[in-house]
């Protein structure tokens, strides 16, 4: 009796097992479940949210260039470095050439800017003055712009104006300028206090060569 107890239950599990594998085999599969697509209205405010988002220094800039009457290439140089500026609360005008001319600390640099460059080049023009009648001190001052061009980052350069009968200074400065520049006011602004360092690098090389001069001659 045991016995057919016993078969009677493995009959049972095995027509159960059967049964669970065939079931198996028929149920249709799950498909994965799909990432939820976003809806057309969310795209839609999406992107008005984001066309609103415009800089206020872009707004600035259009600003300026509509009451100067000036039109600019839709390209970045030029646009990043008025971004710059008007970062450090400098105000800047465009000569005939419409490069920028920008005040800072007193002095007026000219920066010449274009959209086809990746670099920008600064002008610090008729910083220093200088008669052509004294002969003695055109000699140190000759010899003092060399001394700094070998020494300072910055070049200077000197120009004649013989109606005027002077030599007048400039300093040159060529520097990277692309947007993407992290800081690029804080860039501009530490190129504008090198340049202006180079004055006082250029007075104190006079002094020193005058010293010589008379140490020499005494």
Not at 31 to 40: G, L
Not at 55 to 68: A, F, H, L, P, V
């Amino acid at each position: 009796m045991e016995k057919v107890v016993s078969i009677i239950l493995i009959v049972i599990i095995m027509a159960f097992a059967i049964w669970w594998l065939i079931r198996s085999w028929t149920e249709p599969l799950v498909p994965p479940r799909k990432k939820k697509e976003p809806q057309i209205d969310e795209v839609e405010d999406k992107a008005v949210e984001l066309s609103n988002e415009t800089s206020t220094s872009e707004q600035i800039i259009e600003e300026d260039m509509e009451q100067m009457n000036i039109t600019l290439p839709d390209t970045t140089t030029r646009t990043s470095l008025m971004v710059a500026l008007r970062k450090l609360n400098l105000q800047y005008d465009f000569d005939e050439d419409q490069q920028f001319l920008v005040t800072y600390q007193g002095e007026c640099f000219r920066i010449i800017a274009e959209n086809e460059h990746a670099w920008i080049h600064i002008q610090d023009c008729w910083w220093y003055r200088e008669s052509l009648d004294d002969i003695d001190n055109l000699a140190l001052l000759h010899r003092a712009v060399n001394e700094c061009n070998i020494r300072d980052v910055n070049k200077i350069v000197y120009t004649y104006n013989k109606e005027e009968r002077e030599i007048g200074l400039h300093i040159l400065r060529d520097i990277i300028w692309l947007p993407q520049i992290p800081d690029s006011d804080q860039y501009l602004q530490t190129t504008f206090d090198t340049m202006l360092r180079s004055h006082h690098f250029f007075f104190r090389m006079m002094e020193n060569l005058r010293k010589e001069e008379f140490a020499r001659n005494h």
